[in-house]
């Protein structure tokens, strides 16, 4: 991110907001990826992480604008889709993992026969 973005790989000065963008682009991937299995905490390989980078990228140069729905000026068209990321972005993930909810039973619910 240090060479995308500052254009110098020793230029150290911005790794806090690095690392908050990278977590934040990790529990994207997540949610957006397994949006029912609240268990996976960790991306699953390095596909996962090189997506990850990429949209750390992208919400560190959205700084600012991540509530831009659609922007017009001089001909350059700006839309934001769901979670604020690019369709290109977005159309590099796998489809989403479907599945059941998981929810933790409880006492109540075992004596129902849930």
């Not at 790989?9 to 963008?21: L, R």
């Not at 990429?54 to 991540?66: H, N």
């Not at 993930?93 to 059941?100: E, F, I, Q, T």
């Amino acid at each position: 991110m240090r060479l995308e973005i500052l254009g110098d790989v020793e230029d150290n000065s911005k790794d806090d907001i690095f690392a908050i963008k990278l977590e934040d682009a990790k529990y994207r991937y997540l949610r957006l990826v397994y949006p029912f299995d609240r268990q996976i905490t960790e991306l699953p390989d390095e596909r996962a992480k090189n997506w990850q980078t990429k949209c750390a990228i992208e919400l560190y140069q959205m700084m600012g604008e991540e509530g831009v729905i659609q922007y017009s000026e001089n001909g350059l068209t700006i839309i934001k889709a769901k979670s604020g990321l690019s369709k290109d972005l977005l159309n590099e993930l796998p489809p989403a993992k479907a599945g059941v909810p998981k929810y933790e039973t409880t006492m109540e619910q075992e004596n129902m026969g849930c």
